[in-house]
């Protein structure tokens, strides 16, 4: 009889491992200091790319953009969808993912043709378009773009403001090549507008520019890729309607719509033209109307549109006008449309803002105006 318990007592044992194994919080430590590729918060949900190459995916899943062959339900915890992965774009509605071997995968909403598949419907998993030999991708909202190996732009979706720099207004329904544009090494996509940077560090900006957001001095839109504000430029981030540039000095620079506290130091609610913010910074990130920047020194400085707490100043529904210091030992971070995630250099992951749609992958769906460690990883 005490063997058959201590058989017993044994298998409990093992269920009881079993489930503790299998929880997040338990998935996040068993591997201590967990690293990652790349971080991605577009829109209202989160992306996460490990050490290995897998994608998680979590948060709003109204059109199945998570991957895991379910839509209309918010998913809670990061859901493994993908393997082999190099970089994660978020669109607002949609989620592409580019492979180590160069091929695209697309998958949520598929209204305007923005999945690039030829179809309009929903996609609820990982799907591949046929690119081959990409070494970038960068999804709008409802558009997208794709930088090839030999510095060809490939592009897709909306395109009722010309953000995909094809000469006209009709919608891509599946890639096409960027005529007489070559030699690109960087590219992103805002709302209705494009920027891309060429291997001599000049701009090229196409689509929309009711806010300025070409940076040319007007409120013209260009159908096509016309010549950039600035020189000498290593990345490029854009929201919803306004741009932030960094040079290879350090220096940031952003121009575009300001009504929500986007542009420091500019007191007109748009602007042209470039204007200087600060510099010493290696990363910068952009979400909707809010908007981050790195330090050498490894300090996360956070601004503009704040209604939710996504500038993490430990309020919300105030607008941040100058750069604040939120965050210390930082290694990389992404702005969504109104939360903000970020990881230290001891692999602790950070969440702050917008939680509706457990984006934060925190269970309880406020805003949380401060960062909190999202126990999951």
């Given at each position: 009889?005490?063997?058959?318990?201590?058989?017993?007592?044994?298998?409990?044992?093992?269920?009881?491992?079993f489930?503790?194994?299998?929880t997040?919080?338990?998935?996040?430590?068993q591997?201590?200091?967990?690293?990652?590729r790349?971080?991605e918060?577009?829109?209202?949900?989160t992306?996460?790319?490990?050490?290995?190459?897998?994608l998680?995916?979590?948060?709003?899943?109204?059109?199945?953009?998570?991957?895991?062959?379910?839509?209309?339900?918010?998913?809670?915890?990061?859901?493994?969808?993908?393997?082999?992965?190099?970089?994660?774009?978020?669109?607002?509605?949609?989620?592409?993912?580019?492979?180590?071997?160069?091929?695209?995968?697309?998958?949520?909403?598929?209204?305007?043709?923005?999945?690039?598949?030829?179809?309009?419907?929903i996609?609820?998993?990982?799907?591949?378009i046929?690119?081959?030999?990409?070494?970038?991708?960068?999804a709008?909202?409802?558009?997208?773009?794709?930088?090839?190996?030999?510095g060809?732009?490939?592009?897709?979706?909306?395109?009722?403001k010309?953000?995909?720099?094809?000469?006209?207004?009709?919608?891509?329904?599946?890639?096409q090549?960027?005529?007489?544009?070559?030699?690109?090494?960087?590219?992103?996509?805002?709302?209705?507008?494009s920027?891309?940077?060429?291997?001599?560090?000049?701009?090229?900006?196409w689509?929309?520019?009711?806010?300025?957001?070409?940076?040319?001095?007007?409120?013209t839109a260009s159908?096509?890729?016309?010549?950039?504000?600035?020189?000498?430029?290593?990345?490029?981030?854009?929201?919803?309607?306004?741009?932030?540039?960094?040079?290879?000095?350090?220096?940031?620079?952003?121009?575009?719509?300001?009504?929500?506290?986007?542009i420091?130091?500019?007191?007109?609610?748009?602007?042209?033209?470039?204007?200087?913010?600060?510099?010493?910074?290696?990363?910068?990130?952009?979400?909707?109307?809010?908007m981050?920047?790195?330090?050498?020194?490894?300090?996360?400085?956070?601004?503009?549109?704040?209604?939710?707490?996504?500038?993490?100043?430990?309020?919300?529904?105030?607008?941040?006008t100058?750069?604040?210091p939120?965050?210390?030992?930082?290694?990389?971070f992404?702005?969504?449309?109104?939360?903000?995630?970020?990881?230290?250099?001891?692999?602790i992951?950070?969440?702050?803002?917008?939680?509706?749609?457990?984006?934060?992958?925190?269970?309880?769906?406020?805003?949380?105006?401060?960062?909190?460690?999202?126990?999951?990883?």
């Amino acid at each position: 009889m005490r063997m058959i318990h201590k058989k017993i007592r044994y298998l409990i044992l093992c269920l009881v491992l079993f489930i503790f194994a299998c929880t997040p919080d338990a998935f996040a430590t068993q591997e201590g200091a967990r690293q990652y590729r790349q971080l991605e918060a577009a829109g209202n949900h989160t992306s996460i790319i490990d050490a290995g190459g897998s994608l998680y995916v979590w948060g709003n899943n109204e059109y199945g953009q998570v991957g895991n062959r379910s839509y209309r339900k918010d998913w809670a915890w990061p859901e493994k969808v993908l393997n082999g992965v190099q970089q994660v774009s978020n669109g607002f509605y949609s989620t592409v993912a580019l492979k180590r071997d160069g091929t695209v995968y697309t998958w949520g909403r598929g209204s305007h043709y923005r999945l690039g598949n030829g179809k309009d419907g929903i996609i609820d998993f990982p799907k591949s378009i046929g690119l081959k030999d990409i070494v970038q991708i960068a999804a709008g909202d409802d558009h997208c773009l794709a930088l090839d190996v030999q510095g060809h732009i490939f592009v897709w979706g909306r395109n009722q403001k010309g953000q995909l720099g094809i000469g006209n207004t009709n919608n891509g329904k599946k890639p096409q090549q960027l005529k007489n544009v070559e030699d690109v090494v960087y590219i992103a996509a805002g709302d209705y507008f494009s920027a891309a940077i060429l291997r001599d560090g000049s701009m090229l900006l196409w689509g929309d520019n009711y806010d300025g957001e070409l940076g040319d001095g007007t409120r013209t839109a260009s159908l096509v890729p016309i010549k950039g504000p600035l020189e000498n430029v290593a990345q490029i981030a854009v929201g919803d309607n306004y741009i932030a540039a960094l040079t290879k000095e350090g220096e940031l620079f952003m121009w575009g719509c300001n009504d929500q506290g986007q542009i420091p130091n500019c007191v007109e609610l748009q602007s042209c033209e470039p204007v200087f913010i600060m510099e010493n910074i290696v990363q910068i990130n952009t979400g909707d109307r809010h908007m981050g920047a790195l330090d050498a020194d490894g300090v996360l400085w956070m601004w503009g549109s704040n209604d939710h707490g996504q500038t993490g100043n430990g309020s919300t529904g105030n607008i941040t006008t100058q750069p604040y210091p939120v965050l210390s030992d930082v290694v990389d971070f992404a702005c969504g449309y109104a939360h903000t995630i970020a990881c230290t250099s001891d692999g602790i992951l950070y969440g702050w803002g917008r939680n509706e749609h457990r984006q934060l992958a925190l269970r309880e769906q406020v805003d949380i105006p401060t960062p909190t460690q999202i126990k999951p990883f």
